[in-house]
């Protein structure tokens, strides 16, 4: 059975930073593309960044030059660092990846973590 599992997720002042890490477990094949997303209360979950398997990232205009994702694929991981943080990054982010198992590819989900940013 595969799974993510994130950690990092907190809570931090305005301008703070956190790093959050995303691993994939369990019994497969390869792992693609991989990325972070984001849900804020009665909001729709939006992306927030992507990268790709040889590393190409792409990111939400409203994190341009203030989060990095990273990947170590020989551990299976992605992170997504966090810095400048504003209250408006306030949300549920949930880690995503595309894994083949076996000779299927299929989408993934993280269970969540909790960022907070108080002024």
């Known amino acids: 059975q595969v799974q993510l599992v994130e950690s990092g997720g907190g809570l931090v002042q305005a301008g703070g930073s956190l790093r959050l890490s995303c691993a994939a477990s369990g019994s497969f094949f390869s792992v693609g593309s991989m990325g972070w997303f984001r849900q804020a209360p009665g909001n729709q979950r939006e992306l927030v960044a992507t990268i790709t398997s040889s590393g190409s990232a792409n990111y939400v205009d409203s994190v341009k030059g203030r989060f990095t994702i990273s990947r170590d694929n020989a551990k299976n991981t992605v992170y997504l660092q966090m810095n400048s943080l504003k209250p408006e990054d306030t949300a549920v982010f949930y880690c995503?990846?595309?894994?083949?198992?076996?000779?299927?590819?299929?989408?993934?989900w993280g269970q969540g973590t909790q960022v907070t940013v108080s002024l």
């Open positions: 995503n990846a595309m894994i083949r198992v076996r000779s299927i590819w299929a989408e993934y």
